[in-house]
Protein backbone atom coordinates (compact mmCIF):
# COMPACT_ATOMS: atom_id res chain seq x y z
CA UNK A 1 0.00 0.00 0.00
CA UNK A 2 0.86 3.98 -0.61
CA UNK A 3 -0.22 6.90 -0.25
CA UNK A 4 -1.21 8.57 -3.70
CA UNK A 5 0.11 12.86 -3.59
CA UNK A 6 -2.46 13.17 -6.84
CA UNK A 7 -5.49 11.60 -5.47
CA UNK A 8 -4.30 12.29 -1.85
CA UNK A 9 -5.92 8.59 -0.98
CA UNK A 10 -4.35 5.23 -0.13
CA UNK A 11 -3.66 3.20 -3.09
CA UNK A 12 -3.00 -0.54 -3.27
CA UNK A 13 0.17 -1.35 -5.39
CA UNK A 14 -0.16 -4.19 -7.71
CA UNK A 15 2.98 -4.44 -9.24
CA UNK A 16 4.23 -7.70 -10.54
CA UNK A 17 6.65 -9.31 -7.48
CA UNK A 18 8.33 -12.65 -8.22
CA UNK A 19 10.09 -14.62 -5.35
CA UNK A 20 11.95 -17.52 -5.35
CA UNK A 21 11.45 -20.63 -3.51
CA UNK A 22 15.51 -20.67 -2.10
CA UNK A 23 17.14 -18.22 -1.53
CA UNK A 24 21.24 -17.79 -0.46
CA UNK A 25 21.23 -14.73 1.87
CA UNK A 26 25.26 -15.15 2.00
CA UNK A 27 25.94 -12.02 -0.61
CA UNK A 28 23.46 -9.86 1.76
CA UNK A 29 25.49 -10.75 5.16
CA UNK A 30 28.30 -8.71 6.28
CA UNK A 31 31.05 -11.81 5.65
CA UNK A 32 29.35 -11.64 1.97
CA UNK A 33 29.58 -7.63 1.42
CA UNK A 34 33.30 -8.82 2.47
CA UNK A 35 33.66 -10.94 0.52
CA UNK A 36 32.69 -9.43 -2.28
CA UNK A 37 35.18 -6.30 -1.70
CA UNK A 38 38.07 -8.62 -1.24
CA UNK A 39 38.34 -7.41 2.76
CA UNK A 40 40.83 -9.78 4.22
CA UNK A 41 41.53 -10.05 7.69
CA UNK A 42 44.95 -10.49 9.43
CA UNK A 43 44.43 -11.77 12.74
CA UNK A 44 42.91 -14.97 13.29
CA UNK A 45 41.04 -13.72 16.13
CA UNK A 46 39.03 -12.10 13.41
CA UNK A 47 38.19 -14.88 11.42
CA UNK A 48 34.94 -16.07 10.99
CA UNK A 49 33.55 -13.94 14.19
CA UNK A 50 30.47 -13.00 11.34
CA UNK A 51 30.29 -16.24 9.87
CA UNK A 52 26.36 -16.73 8.84
CA UNK A 53 26.71 -20.20 8.35
CA UNK A 54 24.25 -21.91 5.80
CA UNK A 55 22.98 -19.79 4.60
CA UNK A 56 20.03 -21.00 2.00
CA UNK A 57 16.73 -20.21 3.15
CA UNK A 58 13.55 -21.79 1.67
CA UNK A 59 9.95 -20.61 1.42
CA UNK A 60 7.69 -22.10 3.97
CA UNK A 61 4.95 -19.09 4.42
CA UNK A 62 3.03 -16.49 1.69
CA UNK A 63 0.47 -13.94 3.50
CA UNK A 64 -1.83 -12.76 0.53
CA UNK A 65 -3.86 -9.85 0.32
CA UNK A 66 -6.58 -10.14 -2.62
CA UNK A 67 -9.32 -7.08 -3.21
CA UNK A 68 -8.79 -3.31 -2.94
CA UNK A 69 -7.74 -0.82 -0.47
CA UNK A 70 -11.23 -0.70 0.79
CA UNK A 71 -12.31 -3.81 0.41
CA UNK A 72 -9.54 -6.80 0.96
CA UNK A 73 -8.98 -10.05 2.91
CA UNK A 74 -6.14 -12.03 4.22
CA UNK A 75 -5.07 -15.52 4.10
CA UNK A 76 -2.40 -17.63 4.06
CA UNK A 77 -0.19 -20.48 2.03
CA UNK A 78 2.28 -22.45 4.10
CA UNK A 79 4.04 -25.77 3.22
CA UNK A 80 3.78 -28.25 6.00
CA UNK A 81 6.82 -29.48 8.07
CA UNK A 82 8.02 -32.62 7.23
CA UNK A 83 9.53 -34.18 11.16
CA UNK A 84 13.09 -34.51 10.68
CA UNK A 85 12.67 -38.29 12.15
CA UNK A 86 10.58 -38.97 9.42
CA UNK A 87 12.47 -40.91 6.61
CA UNK A 88 12.57 -39.29 3.52
CA UNK A 89 10.77 -42.56 1.33
CA UNK A 90 7.44 -41.90 3.78
CA UNK A 91 7.72 -38.24 3.31
CA UNK A 92 4.44 -37.23 1.35
CA UNK A 93 3.66 -37.56 -2.02
CA UNK A 94 0.52 -35.60 -2.75
CA UNK A 95 -0.28 -33.14 -6.02
CA UNK A 96 3.06 -31.71 -7.65
CA UNK A 97 5.40 -31.65 -5.16
CA UNK A 98 6.86 -35.24 -4.50
CA UNK A 99 8.96 -36.36 -2.07
CA UNK A 100 8.20 -32.78 0.15
CA UNK A 101 5.79 -31.54 2.36
CA UNK A 102 2.93 -30.67 1.31
CA UNK A 103 1.24 -26.92 0.98
CA UNK A 104 -2.37 -26.00 2.16
CA UNK A 105 -4.17 -22.73 2.27
CA UNK A 106 -5.94 -20.92 5.49
CA UNK A 107 -8.37 -19.15 5.30
CA UNK A 108 -10.59 -18.47 8.32
CA UNK A 109 -12.43 -21.58 8.82
CA UNK A 110 -11.05 -23.35 5.94
CA UNK A 111 -7.93 -25.22 5.24
CA UNK A 112 -7.09 -27.12 2.34
CA UNK A 113 -4.77 -28.42 0.46
CA UNK A 114 -2.69 -25.89 -2.17
CA UNK A 115 -1.10 -26.79 -5.46
CA UNK A 116 2.80 -24.93 -5.14
CA UNK A 117 2.62 -24.65 -9.29
CA UNK A 118 -0.31 -22.73 -8.73
CA UNK A 119 1.90 -19.76 -6.28
CA UNK A 120 3.06 -17.65 -9.31
CA UNK A 121 -0.29 -17.11 -10.54
CA UNK A 122 -2.79 -16.59 -7.41
CA UNK A 123 0.47 -14.40 -5.19
CA UNK A 124 2.77 -12.67 -7.70
CA UNK A 125 0.07 -9.78 -8.58
CA UNK A 126 0.34 -7.82 -12.13
CA UNK A 127 -1.74 -4.83 -13.59
CA UNK A 128 -4.65 -7.11 -13.83
CA UNK A 129 -4.06 -9.41 -10.42
CA UNK A 130 -5.93 -8.79 -6.90
CA UNK A 131 -3.77 -11.32 -5.17
CA UNK A 132 -0.86 -9.69 -3.76
CA UNK A 133 2.19 -11.91 -1.69
CA UNK A 134 1.88 -9.70 1.42
CA UNK A 135 4.66 -11.41 3.58
CA UNK A 136 6.98 -13.85 2.83
CA UNK A 137 8.37 -16.71 5.56
CA UNK A 138 11.64 -18.45 4.58
CA UNK A 139 13.70 -20.97 6.86
CA UNK A 140 17.15 -22.08 7.25
CA UNK A 141 17.54 -25.53 5.20
CA UNK A 142 19.39 -28.30 6.32
CA UNK A 143 22.42 -28.31 4.17
CA UNK A 144 21.55 -32.41 3.64
CA UNK A 145 18.17 -31.08 1.57
CA UNK A 146 18.54 -33.02 -1.35
CA UNK A 147 15.80 -30.22 -2.65
CA UNK A 148 18.49 -27.50 -2.82
CA UNK A 149 19.17 -26.38 -6.45
CA UNK A 150 22.45 -28.05 -7.29
CA UNK A 151 23.64 -25.00 -9.07
CA UNK A 152 22.64 -22.70 -5.69
CA UNK A 153 25.08 -25.00 -3.44
CA UNK A 154 27.88 -25.27 -5.73
CA UNK A 155 27.99 -21.43 -5.57
CA UNK A 156 27.73 -21.24 -1.93
CA UNK A 157 30.66 -24.06 -1.95
CA UNK A 158 32.18 -21.99 -3.90
CA UNK A 159 31.77 -18.98 -1.68
CA UNK A 160 32.36 -20.80 0.85
CA UNK A 161 36.23 -21.71 -0.11
CA UNK A 162 36.91 -17.56 -1.56
CA UNK A 163 35.94 -16.56 2.48
CA UNK A 164 38.68 -19.13 3.53
CA UNK A 165 40.85 -18.17 0.65
CA UNK A 166 40.58 -14.34 1.86
CA UNK A 167 41.07 -15.43 5.65
CA UNK A 168 37.51 -14.40 6.29
CA UNK A 169 36.70 -17.45 8.03
CA UNK A 170 39.15 -20.14 9.06
CA UNK A 171 39.81 -22.84 7.04
CA UNK A 172 37.89 -25.51 9.33
CA UNK A 173 34.63 -23.69 7.46
CA UNK A 174 35.59 -24.57 3.85
CA UNK A 175 33.50 -26.99 2.71
CA UNK A 176 33.56 -30.86 3.88
CA UNK A 177 35.44 -31.49 0.86
CA UNK A 178 37.84 -29.15 0.83
CA UNK A 179 38.32 -29.10 4.27
CA UNK A 180 39.76 -32.77 4.34
CA UNK A 181 42.10 -31.51 1.55
CA UNK A 182 43.43 -29.10 3.83
CA UNK A 183 43.92 -31.19 6.34
CA UNK A 184 45.78 -33.14 4.19
CA UNK A 185 48.55 -30.40 4.05
CA UNK A 186 47.37 -28.15 0.75
CA UNK A 187 46.97 -24.56 0.80
CA UNK A 188 43.23 -23.96 0.55
CA UNK A 189 44.36 -21.16 -2.21
CA UNK A 190 45.51 -24.18 -3.99
CA UNK A 191 42.08 -26.08 -4.36
CA UNK A 192 39.07 -24.96 -6.86
CA UNK A 193 35.73 -26.20 -6.76
CA UNK A 194 34.47 -28.22 -9.60
CA UNK A 195 30.93 -29.04 -10.75
CA UNK A 196 30.46 -32.86 -10.76
CA UNK A 197 26.66 -33.79 -12.18
CA UNK A 198 25.62 -31.19 -9.56
CA UNK A 199 28.26 -31.91 -7.02
CA UNK A 200 31.12 -29.90 -6.08
CA UNK A 201 34.23 -31.41 -5.94
CA UNK A 202 37.92 -30.11 -5.69
CA UNK A 203 41.11 -30.15 -7.66
Not at 70 to 79: F, L, P, T, V
Not at 104 to 125: A, C, I, M, Q, W
Not at 183 to 201: H, K, M, R, W, Y
Request: glycine share 6%.
Amino acid sequence: FEFDLQSLMRVKVNSYFEFPEFIDMEPYTKLGLERQEGTVYTAASDQGEDDPGFSIFRLMGVVVHSGSIDSGHYYAYIRERVPEHEPASSQHTTFDRPQQGRWHEFNDKTVKPFRFSSLRELTYGGQHSHFNAYMLFFERCNPTDPDIPAEMMATWRSRRLEAVQLKLLPPSAAPQQTWTAVQGGLDASEISPVENNGNTTTK
